[in-house]
């Protein structure tokens, strides 16, 4: 069966500080994979997406980066963290079954910027 | 504009009642819906997904509806416990390109 991880569920950095969220999945090949993030009682906005491995398009303008170094894995980056960065970073993949479009969804990174 | 509207934002309810909450849609072409649950500071889960021939789905005391007409979802909760109280988020599929469209969710809190 398909599962995806995604670490940390929880993080504390400084302003000014670089971040790396990773998240990979398995049991599947070629998903596409989301980064999203989703602020105190706001919904999810769309940050990044990617089709395969080093394609990567992004939605909004911001302070961070991702990379597909992988087929199964997605990376979230800043080199310099704001403190508007905090929030709630979620990974998602999918992939077309059939006439389906599944997608699942990691348990989520707290990401807290002081 | 979002693709995908909810309403209402939130909502409280007492426990053992039902309560019904709404997703219109934009996407065109669609290929499928679902809603999703999201505990607070967790993932969203799939509770239910439909393509544009089927009207209703159920999942336990969960009931989703579909009128792919009119681009309307509903999703319907059947004596509501404590445990439903969550993030409902209703998310189009556009048919080729693959694309989820989110809605910004449905906050329920079910009261005891």
């Known amino acids: 069966s398909q599962t995806i991880h995604q670490w940390p569920a929880t993080l504390v950095q400084p302003v000014g500080s670089p971040l790396s969220l990773e998240c990979t999945v398995e049991?599947?090949?070629?998903?596409?994979l989301y980064w999203y993030r989703q602020a105190a009682g706001r919904g999810l906005q769309l940050l990044f997406y990617?089709?395969?491995?080093?394609?990567i398009s992004s939605e909004v303008p911001q302070n961070l980066s991702a990379s597909r170094p992988q087929d199964r894995q997605f990376i979230l980056s800043s080199k310099k963290l704001l403190l508007s960065d905090s929030g709630f970073y979620l990974c998602?993949?999918?992939?077309?079954?059939?006439?389906?479009?599944?997608?699942?969804f990691g348990q989520g990174t707290r990401l807290t910027v002081v | 504009k979002n693709q995908v509207e909810q309403s209402p934002q939130s909502l409280i309810i007492l426990e053992g009642k039902n309560c019904t909450l709404q997703?219109?849609?934009?996407?065109?072409?669609?290929?499928?819906l679902r809603w999703y649950k999201q505990d607070t500071g967790r993932g969203p889960v799939s509770l239910t997904i439909?393509?544009?021939?089927?009207n209703t789905k159920s999942n336990g005391r969960y009931t989703a509806t579909l009128d792919a007409d009119t681009k309307q979802s509903s999703l319907h909760i059947t004596a509501s416990q404590l445990s439903d109280s969550a993030s409902y988020i209703c998310?189009?599929?556009?048919?080729?390109?693959?694309?989820?469209?989110f809605g910004k969710g449905n906050q329920v809190v079910v009261i005891p």
């Open positions: 998602a993949w999918s992939r077309l079954v059939g006439r389906f479009t599944e997608a699942f």
């Open positions: 049991g599947t090949s070629n998903p596409n």
């Open positions: 990617s089709v395969g491995i080093g394609q």
């Open positions: 997703c219109n849609y934009t996407v065109s072409p669609f290929s499928n």
């Open positions: 439909m393509t544009f021939s089927e």
């Open positions: 998310v189009v599929t556009h048919y080729g390109n693959n694309r989820l469209a």
